[in-house]
């Protein structure tokens, strides 16, 4: 893989990297600018050999048509591209083995099937981003070597006698070689002549026991071996020292993400490589463009991540994060059905469970008349698009029509109890209504019970704690959490609350509370003027 990443950007594909804008960067590969002298296409790679690979023309493609491959020049040498977009003025052989990038499947998709690339678009930031690598950048091993040269001389070292041996001449001018060596207090001293002969010497009057006899033998030994001109002769070692490193971030490997170590990744910004957080290596070579919004994948490193790609990029599909759409808490396997509140025009995801129809998200009707009203979480207006809005029970019933109904006007909310209709409309747009405790206790027998139908019912992603539920009716149930009567807002990403139309007394009315890390659905009363999230039932 080092071979891979050790290979440059196309003019085009840095050009998306950094964000500036080339003449022709859409151009699909057909022919090579002028001046270049480089066909479109050759035989093999005999003869793309016999073109020139130099600074003149880097980035330029030449397609080989036995290999059925683009490759691409590099300031130095030939190489397979990445981008394998084929000529338009060529014809080749299809090949189902291969994709338009030329890889195999297997390193084409991603792990959900879709596709990592799509060489066929023409602009600049698709080109970009098919002509990045996917696989993570391993570290390379460079062993280098380091080599020091020292005469004979200098090349003793005083505490080890082996390093005492060396050749100087002689009287007459021949080489001699001499070798030192120890025997008890004793200093042996062999020459081995220009003719073949030895001469061994024993001197004893510098005792080698002791530290100061070594110290003495040491410097007559060395001056014997500089007075004899010994260090005309060099005596050369090497060090060898082996890095394991990535290979340089520069502008042609910007955002690319490499493996430091076997856990932890860095990431090449701005000419340095830097921590990677775990989305960057995550994602790593999948696409998430305008076009995908919506597209879910696998974890790179760690498979069991989900991720959702929005119009921002990739989002972590985990604990509870306002940044993903409410579409990406919907179930993929579910087909929803489709409803249009006339009221404002927003489109709402329907699911059939049983007999009955019910929206799969919740309601975000902004209502706000007289006491009764509805609120975004935080008094944040995306966060309404999220989860719906929270809504008083005044509200959700829609009190200010029942107050003002030409046949039964009721004054209902917190504080009063009235008689409401068998079905009461409420906040729910026309044809649906807000459901009553036996409604929804018959949707929990259709999908088991009420204490398994939190797990049927919630979503499979955005509890906190792990927290979430099988989903396999496209119900959906959001962590929304709720607004409580003296102005502040808590457990969103813990809990949900959804309102029904019956009515406890002049203080409460019934909910069904769902909650992280439980199967079961809790139906108990509530503060009217507390503010929960709608679900509405079709008529």
Known sequence: MKNTFAKKFTVCALAGVLGVAFTGCGDDGSSSPKGTGLPAEVADMEELETYGCGMDVIGEKVYVTELEENYECDGEKWFKSYDQTKPSSTSTKSSSSKKSDGFSDSKNSDKDGSSSSDA????????????????????????NETCTEVGACDAIV?????????VRKDNFGDDAEYTYTVDGKDLIVTIKSADGSTDSKTYSMYNMESEAGVEMAFNAAKSTCKNGGGNDNKIKSCVKDTVKALPECNASREGFIGKKDSSSYVVCKNGSWEKAKEI????????CTNAEVGKRTNGVVTETNKYYCTSNGWVLMGDWSWDLPKEAYLNPEIEYG?????????VYRTTTIGDQVWMAENLNYDYNK?????????????????????YTWAAAIDSVALANDAVNPQTC??????????????????GWHLPSTSEWRTLFDYVGTSSTAGTALKSTSGWKDDGNGDEAYGFAVLPA???????????AGD?????SSTEDDSGYAYLERFYSNYSSVIESPSHKDYAFSVRCLRN
């Not at 602009?123 to 990045?132: E, H, N, Q, V």
């Not at 809990?495 to 309102?499: H, Q, R």
């Open 413 to 430: 909310g917190y504080g009063k109890t009235c008689t409401l209709p068998s079905i009461v409309q409420g906040i729910c747009p026309e």
């Open 120 to 143: 066929t678009t023409s602009s600049c930031s698709a080109k970009s981003s098919s002509s990045r690598p996917t696989e993570i950048l391993e570290p390379e091993i460079t062993v």
């Open 481 to 491: 959490g709720y607004r409580g009567n003296l102005d502040y807002f808590n457990y």
């Open 280 to 287: 960057d290596m995550d994602t790593y070579g999948k696409t």
């Open 495 to 499: 809990c949900a609350y959804i309102w």
């Open 158 to 166: 005083k505490t080890d006698i082996s390093t005492w041996h060396f």
């Open 370 to 390: 007289g006491t009764a009203r509805s609120y975004c979480y935080d008094y944040i207006e995306t966060n309404c698009a999220v989860t719906g809005r929270l």
């Open 338 to 346: 489709t409803m249009t509140d006339e009221r404002d025009g927003q």
